[in-house]
């Protein structure tokens, strides 16, 4: 999966690549060979930090999820959870779809 990682009003140092690096790992694991892209915005306001993450997936699904938090690890750990949470869905919809009936 091509990842990006933009950022507005904030440095992105080695710590923050690697943790985007490692929750992006977990997230791919799930969608396995189905994931494009993953595009990962940061952005501090005062003592906000806000975490945007947009993954591409096969199929013209876009999966998207933002937080925020007082910490980095926080916000992108949230923004990945509710990215997660869309993926499982798709994911099942996929698993769904593929059963056949009993006759």
Do not use: Y
Request: hydrophobic share 40%; glycine share 6%.
């Amino acid at each position: 999966m091509m990842s990006t990682v933009s950022s507005r009003h904030v440095e992105i140092t080695p710590a923050i690549r690697q943790i985007i690096n490692q929750k992006l790992a977990k997230l791919e694991r799930l969608l396995q060979e189905n994931a494009v892209s993953a595009q990962v915005v940061l952005s501090q306001e005062r003592h906000r930090c806000r975490a945007e993450m947009t993954v591409h997936v096969r199929g013209d699904h876009f999966l998207h999820g933002q937080d925020e938090g007082g910490q980095w690890s926080l916000a992108i750990g949230g923004a990945v959870d509710k990215v997660q949470q869309q993926a499982h869905a798709l994911k099942t919809r996929w698993e769904r779809r593929r059963r056949v009936a009993v006759r």
